[in-house]
């Protein structure tokens, strides 16, 4: 039997963040990396996207979709709408859709006519290495220094935070429309856990919302303490571990 692991970031995610993972997987794992467009997205795009990444199978083959944070939305989106494409979904601290409209007409609009501007904003004040300034000394305790770069010249990359943005302009839209296929798709048939990190601002919150979650979706419920958001930096060993138990 072989594995193929997909991982779906969050807003704004690099693969580079998950090498601390990937490397503590069995080698003969596939691992690949989902990576949106740059363009505005809805779930029924989103999961188009992640079935054409995943392809035709091998019976054979074990497939683990791995989703952080809004990228749950998508994976969850998949594994509803179509059965038996992937094996097991493995969300890692991830967004909780909540019941708010979609932003219709001119504000959808005015919203999304903005996303160039706010990103050429960003990049023209810098903003990207003032972020990486604050993420630098946690990704220097578990990334390469070649790593570190990389990650640092993609928040001062144009692309790279246009990309950023359409990703949280389309926050709202994937929640909503996730929240309605709910209604249409009640079943998950794939295997699905949940991976709370516990250090999180407002964290009590949070951990009570995995777990209607969790109860919702008949998941797994683990609790990860002394762990962010950004789990797979913060705690690779206990990630790659939670996926391993899904193929092992």
């Known amino acids: 039997m072989t594995a193929t692991v997909v991982i779906v970031g969050g807003l704004g995610s690099l693969p580079g963040l998950w090498t601390p993972v990937t490397e503590l997987l069995d080698p003969a794992v596939t691992v690949v990396h989902y990576r949106r467009p740059t363009v505005a997205i809805d779930l029924h795009r989103e999961v188009a996207e992640l079935a054409r990444l995943i392809g ?5 083959e074990t497939v683990v979709l791995v989703a952080h944070s809004m990228g749950a939305f998508g994976a969850e989106a998949l594994a509803r709408c179509c ?6 979904l493995v969300l890692i601290d991830p967004s909780i859709a909540v019941s708010r409209r979609k932003p219709l007409g001119p504000l959808h609009s005015a919203r999304a006519s903005m996303v160039d501007r706010v990103a050429g904003l960003l990049s ?10 604050v993420l630098q000394p946690l990704l220097l305790r578990r990334l390469s220094a070649g790593q570190v ?3 640092a010249e993609s928040l001062n990359d144009s692309d790279y935070l246009a990309r950023s943005v359409t990703e949280w302009n389309s926050y709202s839209t994937l929640a909503a429309d996730l929240i309605g296929l709910r209604r249409r798709h009640p079943r998950l048939c794939a295997p699905t856990m ?3 990190a ?6 009590r919150w ?4 995995h777990r209607k979650l969790a109860i919702e979706l008949a998941a797994d419920h683990r609790i990860i303490d002394r762990a962010g958001h950004l789990l797979m930096v913060e705690r690779p060993e206990v990630v790659a571990e939670l996926i391993t138990e899904q193929y092992r």
């Open 56 to 60: 035709r199978r091998s019976a054979r």
């Open 83 to 88: 059965p038996g494409s992937v094996d097991r």
């Open 124 to 133: 023209r004040n810098h903003r990207g290495s003032r972020l990486f300034r």
């Open 149 to 151: 770069a990389e990650i």
């Open 194 to 196: 949940i991976v709370t």
């Open 198 to 203: 516990a250090r999180h601002r407002g964290a």
């Open 206 to 209: 949070w951990v009570n919302g």
